[in-house]
């Protein structure tokens, strides 16, 4: 490597790893706060100095390489079950590494001016506008991609807001084309849930219904509950909805699921 400017070098890897984050938050549909994936963005960019250091041997880039990996997920995504923590990490890592395979392939192709690969890290010896612009332009495609796609999506992530008896839950839902649930006697829409999003709330027998449901996020019976309000991204709904509550049927990452044509009652 001819020359490393340590704030580009710094930059261009938080950059990086804050995409890489976003994949893997969307792809796992995580949810998570944007502080969480600044902030492991930043420890990727102090860790993207190991490329300072002397030429390491390959059979400890492997293992650096897992580490930190592991930190950048536990600082984007906080604690985990150990199954699902290390479903995030490989996740991230595949995405690291087809990054990083691709930057190599380009790199040993076409030997573009200004780019290195040392110890696993990538360095671009661009200037800080052209890495604004860049940035600038890879935010709003994702903002033009996620516009484009909504409508037709089969699947988006929901804040929802839940009020009964004078209890408030808030949880994020992953809206599915796969689940229109409905209470089989009232046609009421419902939104199945993990219990452990309600905080041990039981539900009063007199107004709870059996459900069977089937859907992309699982299938089982749950007991439904009508709350007294439900939000979902900040917007009432009016409609009679039910709540339904299961154990541990949804799978990876999502915790609740919405049917998607409650979305077309928030526009």
Known sequence: MKSVYIDVLF?????????????????????????????????GGVQSLIALLPPLPFILNIP???????????????????????????????????????????????????????????????????????????????RLVKILTKSGNSSDICKVEIKVNEKVFFFSAKADTGCNLTEPFSGNYVIVAERKLFDGFVPSETKTRVIPFESLGGNGIVKG??????????????????????????KGDVEAIIPYELLKLTE
């Open 64 to 142: 650096i390489d897992i580490l930190c990996a592991a930190a950048i997920v536990f600082f984007a995504f906080g604690k985990a079950p150990p199954k699902k923590f290390i479903k995030r990490t490989a996740v991230f890592l595949s995405l690291s590494f087809s990054f990083c395979g691709i930057m190599l392939f380009l790199y040993n192709a076409f030997k573009p001016k200004g780019m290195e690969v040392y110890n696993d890290i990538v360095y671009f010896n661009i200037s800080p506008v052209l890495l604004i612009i860049l940035t600038l332009v890879c935010y709003y495609i994702l």
């Open 225 to 250: 509950f009508p709350p007294d309000e439900v939000k979902i991204d900040g917007r009432k709904i009016d409609n009679n909805i039910y709540i339904g509550i299961c154990d541990n049927v949804l």
């Open 11 to 43: 930059t261009v890897n938080i950059f990086i790893d804050f995409i890489l984050i976003l994949c893997t938050k969307k792809a796992l549909c995580i949810n998570t706060s944007f502080k969480r994936m600044l902030f492991a963005s930043l420890f």
